[in-house]
């Protein structure tokens, strides 16, 4: 049986999971219990019904371990995860402190704001360390699942398939819409930075395609090239769209440019429709501070595109993590992307993967996902006056290779105005570079809602029972039709799973 009698050793609690088994937790702090979810949702280890009647490998948390541990501590000692037979055991603290990298509540507790308004990265646990540039979390899960695996003996040992298709990781474009109209405008601010870096021959390339574009509409021709580089190689992009009404104000501060009921965006947006693009919202400043503008926003973008939208990345990254994600959940917002640092690469998060948001203000998850993304087009330009496009796909690629290692997901983000006649010689290249090299590696390619759709499922599949012939029956409990698949550590395909009667 995979009853709890058995095992009820001291100080240690039985978890019914991966092919394992839940203690009570009613005596934990909540975020332990995120921590424990995340990582055994991260690890693809395959939870057990409580109905399932065959040993399995049971995960025991238990109250000894470190006392405070520390992020380099835990790295050191493989995350103090303790192997016997048949039994894998992690401390309650090492828990929390999981929890509290992918719920961000270091961030949370801060008091601290950049000019933007914004959390400042140092005030990120992961930044505070030095450990930003690896989804860190993401390989904590690994390790677990490694011991889980390497503990099994004979007991049976399965995980969901990462992605559809037999596809091994995951990757999503991602665009924000910031600039239609005024593109001379931001053009001219654009030439005036490169002035400041001395960066004089991308200034005069500049602005002889600025000039040589006059007329010629090069925000139309921005997206046209970065569809390109997309359609040929079938990636479905997600975009983010602005929904206000511009004033001379918002646009001097490079907030709202443009109305999205404009002849300009209309012409964008279906073509966006034609090539099976998501849009988003790009929500604006005002959505930072203001309780309905999120509501009104959305309302906006629903009309303009006749149909309810699920996804939301604030403009400048302005927001207050757990606090904006309560207000973007209350206006019906089914995932956000705001979770990657404004002044480097890197997991925010310290995973490479969709996550629930964690809200420390009711120490509990939210009903919304994020999406984080770990690579920005200008993370290196802006705040470190890395003007070569070609480092910034160089870095780009280096962070995809670490998603692919742990079977995550990078999502990345590419402004359609980073183009060569608004101020970025050399960009249109480096984005085609960007995709045929993620797309050479055989990602699963989705738009953001896809990908949500996709893992929320996933981490609702639960063993029911073996069969007589060794058989695995397992079932999705969240309906969504999904095709998941078993598999065994090696990856072998195994058994379908069902889908709920
Ligand atoms: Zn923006």
């Not at 646990?125 to 860190?136: D, H, Q, S, T």
């Not at 999502?411 to 359609?416: C, D, F």
């Not at 896809?450 to 029956?473: F, H, K, N, P, Y």
């Not at 409990?477 to 065994?488: F, K, N, P, V």
Request: aromatic share 8%; glycine share 10%.
């Amino acid at each position: 049986m995979a009853g709890s009698s058995e095992d009820n050793r001291k100080g240690a609690y039985i978890v019914r999971r991966p092919m394992i088994q839940l203690p009570d937790t009613t005596k934990w702090a909540g975020i332990e219990r995120f921590g424990l979810d995340r990582l055994v949702d991260f690890s693809r280890l395959l939870p057990v019904n409580p109905q399932f009647d065959h040993p399995v490998v049971k995960l025991a948390v238990s109250d000894r371990g470190p006392v405070a541990p520390e992020l380099r501590d835990c790295l050191a000692h493989g995350w103090y995860l303790d192997r016997s037979d048949g039994v894998v055991t992690i401390p309650r603290t090492v828990l929390a402190l999981a929890g509290g990298v992918v719920g961000a509540v270091a961030e949370q507790r801060s008091s601290g704001r950049d000019r933007h308004g914004r959390v400042p990265p140092s005030a990120n646990v992961l930044v505070a360390a030095g450990l930003e540039k690896e989804p860190i979390i993401s390989q904590a899960a690994l390790a677990l699942r490694d011991a889980a695996c390497a503990v099994a003996g004979r007991r049976p040992r399965r995980l969901v398939a990462p992605w559809p298709g037999g596809r091994r990781w995951a990757a999503a474009f991602t665009h924000d819409l910031d600039l239609v109209a005024w593109w001379p405008l931001a053009a001219g601010v654009r030439l005036v930075e490169l002035a400041r870096k001395r960066e004089f021959a991308r200034a005069g390339q500049a602005l002889a395609a600025g000039l040589g574009s006059i007329g010629r509409d090069p925000v139309w021709r921005g997206v046209q090239a970065v569809l390109q580089s997309e359609a040929g190689r079938e990636v479905p992009s997600t975009w983010f769209l602005l929904c206000e009404t511009p004033t001379l104000a918002s646009i001097l501060a490079g907030d709202v440019t443009y109305r999205p009921e404009s002849r300009a965006v209309r012409r964008i947006l279906r073509v966006l429709v034609d090539y099976r693009c998501e849009i988003a919202l790009h929500g604006s400043f005002v959505t930072a501070e203001a309780d309905s503008a999120f509501g009104r926003q959305r309302q906006r973008l629903d009309r303009l595109m006749g149909s309810e939208t699920r996804g939301v990345r604030q403009h400048f990254l302005r927001m207050r993590p757990g606090l904006t994600h309560a207000r973007m959940r209350a206006a019906g917002f089914r995932y956000d992307s705001t979770l990657g640092f404004s002044d480097r690469n890197g997991f925010r998060l310290g995973v490479a993967d969709v996550t629930p948001v964690w809200n420390a203000a009711d120490d509990a998850a939210l009903e919304i996902e994020e999406g984080p993304f770990c690579w920005m087009d200008r993370a290196l330009s802006k705040y470190q006056a890395i003007e070569d496009p070609r480092a910034w796909v160089d870095e780009g690629l280096d962070l995809a290779g670490r998603c692919r290692a742990v079977e995550g997901v990078w999502v990345g983000v590419w402004h359609p105005n980073v183009y060569p006649a608004t101020g970025f010689p050399g960009s249109t290249g480096a984005f085609e570079r960007l995709v045929s090299g993620i797309v050479a590696e055989e990602p699963f390619l989705g738009s953001l809602s896809e990908i949500v759709d996709w893992r929320t499922s996933r981490r609702r599949v639960r063993a029911q029972a073996l069969a007589a012939d060794g058989t695995v029956q397992a079932v999705s409990e969240s309906g969504e039709g999904q095709a998941h698949r078993l598999e065994d550590p090696s990856g072998r395909a195994c058994e379908p799973v069902r889908s709920p009667s």
